[in-house]
């Protein structure tokens, strides 16, 4: 690995995000190489200050106002008909200005509701993480240009390798015929687990295929984009695939219904 393939993995290093492969590899340059390493603690550093230090945004005092024109809160209508100076049945103010005395209080909660709202829609679901992460592997694969461990196009080669690496034996299926040939296989480190990586190649074109233990049942095939890749993913026979590639949807659709349907026959 040269300086400039260290420099790009070099986040990637930092926030624990590399295959095993692509660990070792990094680290035979990173060693050796004194620019690397202080760049290396620099990062580190603001690293740590971002995960130990709450970012906050200051709301400018306009806010409320803002949000107070925009919501128009009835009392009239949210609360209890008034009888005999007091609320019935309801510990609230006896009169209408201590109601209308706490409307700053309302607009405040209610302001931050819609805060709390807007995070929670705008968080990323698991499933969203796990394309994102599995986008960025495929990516990072062909970026440092080592998408196997292992280089073979027989089966009987890949497979055996696997052996002792993982506490799961990975299907390892031959689509030769059907234009789809296997070109390695490696391993990778996705969703908190290592996992292996079957490479398939279509007229040049790469595609990984990752492949874990799945405990949550079969699950029906699934396409989606994501940077310019396709994804296409599915689950069964007690685990899960994930078939990324540059390859159109259509295309890499009939590589993983080929691969299911053989899956299924061994």
């Known amino acids: 690995m040269n300086h400039e393939q260290a420099q790009n993995l070099l986040p990637a290093y930092v926030d624990k995000e590399l295959s095993?492969?692509?660990?070792?590899d990094f680290e035979r340059h990173f060693n050796s190489c004194t620019k690397c390493q202080l760049e290396y603690q620099e990062q580190a550093r603001v690293s740590t200050l971002i995960k130990n230090n709450a970012l906050y945004f200051e709301a400018k005092p306009e806010l409320a106002e803002r949000i107070e024109s925009v919501i128009t809160v009835d009392l009239s209508k949210a609360f209890p008909q008034k009888i005999q100076g007091h609320f019935w049945n309801l510990n609230w103010p006896g009169s209408w200005d201590g109601i209308w005395g706490s409307k700053g209080a309302i607009m405040a909660s209610l302001a931050a509701l819609i805060i709390s709202t807007s995070l929670f829609f705008a968080t990323p679901s698991a499933q969203e993480k796990l394309t994102e992460e599995l986008t960025a592997s495929h990516i990072r694969s062909l970026q440092a240009n080592h998408l196997s461990d292992v280089i073979s196009t027989d089966q009987h080669t890949v497979k055996p390798w696997f052996n002792g690496k993982l506490d799961f034996a990975p299907p390892v299926i031959d689509l030769t015929a059907t234009g789809f040939p296997i070109t390695g296989g490696r391993l990778d480190y996705i969703n908190g687990k290592t996992?292996?990586?079957?490479?398939?190649?279509?007229?040049?074109?790469?595609?990984?295929?990752?492949?874990?233990?799945?405990?949550?049942?079969?699950?029906?095939?699934?396409?989606?984009?994501?940077?310019?890749?396709?994804?296409?993913?599915?689950?069964?026979?007690?685990?899960?695939?994930?078939?990324?590639?540059?390859?159109?949807?259509?295309?890499?659709?009939?590589?993983?219904?080929?691969?299911?349907?053989?899956?299924?026959?061994?």
């Open 195 to 266: 996992i292996a990586v079957i490479i398939y190649h279509h007229n040049k074109h790469p595609i990984n295929l990752y492949i874990w233990p799945n405990t949550s049942g079969d699950s029906a095939m699934h396409a989606t984009a994501r940077k310019g890749y396709t994804l296409v993913h599915w689950a069964t026979g007690g685990m899960n695939y994930w078939a990324v590639s540059d390859l159109e949807a259509t295309k890499l659709v009939s590589f993983a219904e080929k691969l299911q349907a053989q899956v299924s026959v061994n």
């Open 20 to 24: 095993l492969s692509e660990v070792v």
